[in-house]
C-alpha cells in the first residue's frame, strides 16, 4: 500500500485539475501549462488545448527556470504578451504555487490565443471606417516592424473574409506577398521567413509569389 502524498504532490495533483478544467472551458482558444518546477529539465507535467506544439515532460521556459532561481519571483505575471512558435500572437498569465515552506514547486501558465480576436478587430474596424477623402496617402518615414507587417496581413486577410492570413486562398497568399512588397514590409529584416510562418507556407513559397 502506498505511503501518504508529500505536501508538493499534493499541490501539484490538485494543480492538475485546475489545468484540465480550464483547458477544456476554452478549448483551441488558450493553452494551459502545468509546470513541475522540482524537474526544470521535464518541467511540463499536464498541457491542456495545447496550442505551442509542447508536451508532457518538456523543460521548462526561461519564466519557470527564474522562477526556480529566484525565491522573490512574483508570484503572478499577469497578462504580458507573448507569441507562438508560429508567429501568432499570445497573451499569457503564469502563476507560481508555493509549498509551506514559500519554495516554487510549480506554475500554472495561460497562454490565449489572440490572433483571431486580432482579425475581429480588425473587421470592426473596417466596418466603422468611412468613406476615404481625396487626400493623398500619408507617407511613412520610419522603417517598418514585423509586428506591422502581422498586422497587415491580418488586415488582408479580413477584408477577403478569412479569421487568419493562413486560411486565404493560394492566389490571395499571392496577392498579399506582393501588396506587402509594394508597401515596403519585404525590406525588414527576417520579413520573408516571418511571411512564411503567417501564411503557413515555405521561404521559397514566399519567394515564388514575389516572381
Given amino acids: ?94 502563476i507560481g504555487i508555493r509549498n509551506g515552506s514559500g519554495a516554487y514547486v510549480a506554475a500554472i501558465c495561460l497562454n490565449l490565443d489572440v490572433s483571431a480576436l486580432g482579425a475581429a478587430a480588425a473587421a470592426l474596424t473596417a466596418l466603422a471606417r468611412t468613406e476615404a477623402d481625396d487626400r493623398p496617402p500619408a507617407e511613412t518615414l520610419r522603417a517598418r516592424t514585423l509586428d506591422e507587417l502581422r498586422s497587415a496581413a491580418a488586415e488582408f486577410a479580413t477584408a477577403r473574409g478569412s479569421v487568419s492570413p493562413r486560411g486565404l486562398r493560394a492566389a490571395d497568399k499571392r496577392e498579399l506577398v506582393r501588396d506587402l512588397r509594394d508597401r515596403g514590409f519585404l525590406q525588414v529584416k527576417h520579413a520573408v521567413p516571418t511571411l512564411g510562418e503567417i501564411l503557413g507556407v515555405s521561404r521559397a513559397t514566399v519567394y515564388n509569389h514575389l516572381r
Wanted: negative net charge.
Fill in 1 to 94: 500500500m502506498n505511503g501518504p502524498l508529500s505536501e508538493d504532490e499534493l499541490l501539484l495533483r490538485e494543480a492538475e485539475k485546475i489545468v484540465t478544467a480550464v483547458g477544456r472551458m476554452f478549448p483551441g482558444l488558450c493553452e494551459v501549462v502545468l509546470h513541475d518546477l522540482r524537474d526544470p529539465e521535464h518541467a511540463v507535467r499536464a498541457i491542456e488545448s495545447g496550442l505551442s506544439g509542447r508536451a508532457v515532460g518538456d523543460p521548462a521556459t526561461e519564466i519557470g527556470l527564474a522562477r526556480i532561481q529566484d525565491p522573490d519571483f512574483p508570484d503572478v505575471l499577469q497578462n504580458y504578451p507573448n507569441r507562438f512558435p508560429d508567429g501568432r500572437p499570445a497573451k499569457s498569465t503564469s
